[in-house]
């Protein structure tokens, strides 16, 4: 099963504030409650880890990262990722380009462009299902960044978001993902019989 997403995401921030978050694995693992970049196994080869927890139940997927591109001068960065989970049922690739544009009065924009395949059990989800919970990850990944970039900067802003950063899960909360992802077809299914 293959899933693709282009997402566009404006911060108040200078794109070069930005870029230096988007630049550092470490960091940027750390915008995803329950990831973490666990080594590194060359220039631009990684190692990570997502914890996943659904009640009582705890699945890690572990896998590598690698940087296949960066354009320092366009703030541009590629990156190929492959894991799977530690019972070996599901596995996933991914293809991202990420990049940080000027924005309106002096701000920026994220921009991504990935590709996701997915195989194994967690393909058995179906399409659907897939793209709902990439959709909430990626939301919780923006707000997680969005508040590491502007924590950087200075005055009242960047303190509010500091004390985000300080209380950011750290674990993924797969329960809170399913809830976001009901609300999310409550909401098309009512706004399609209203425009209708």
């Not at 940027?28 to 997502?50: F, H, R, W």
């Not at 991504?112 to 989800?125: L, R």
């Not at 919970?133 to 960044?145: C, E, K, T």
């Amino acid at each position: 099963m293959k899933v693709k997403l282009e997402k566009k995401h404006a911060i108040d921030a200078p794109p070069a504030t930005a870029w230096s978050v988007l630049r550092d694995l470490n960091v940027l693992a750390e915008c995803m409650p329950g990831a973490s970049i666990t080594g590194q196994t060359g220039d631009n080869e990684y190692t990570g880890k997502v914890s996943v927890k659904v009640g009582p139940v705890q699945s890690v997927f572990g896998g590598t990262i690698q940087v296949t591109g960066i354009d320092e001068s366009n703030y541009t960065m590629k990156l190929d990722a492959k894991g799977k989970d530690q019972t070996g049922t599901s596995n996933a690739s991914m293809q991202l380009t990420a990049s940080v544009q000027a924005g309106e009065g002096g701000g920026c924009e994220l921009v991504g462009n990935s590709e996701i395949k997915v195989m194994g059990k967690m393909a058995n989800f179906g399409g659907r299902m897939i793209d709902g919970v990439a959709d909430q990850l990626i939301s919780q990944f923006l707000a997680n960044f969005s508040d590491r970039v502007l924590a950087a900067g200075e005055g009242e802003t960047a303190a509010e978001a500091a004390q985000r950063v300080a209380e950011q899960p750290k674990e993924l909360n797969a329960l809170a993902l399913l809830w976001g992802m009901i609300i999310g077809f409550l909401r098309r299914l009512f706004g399609s019989k209203e425009s209708s």
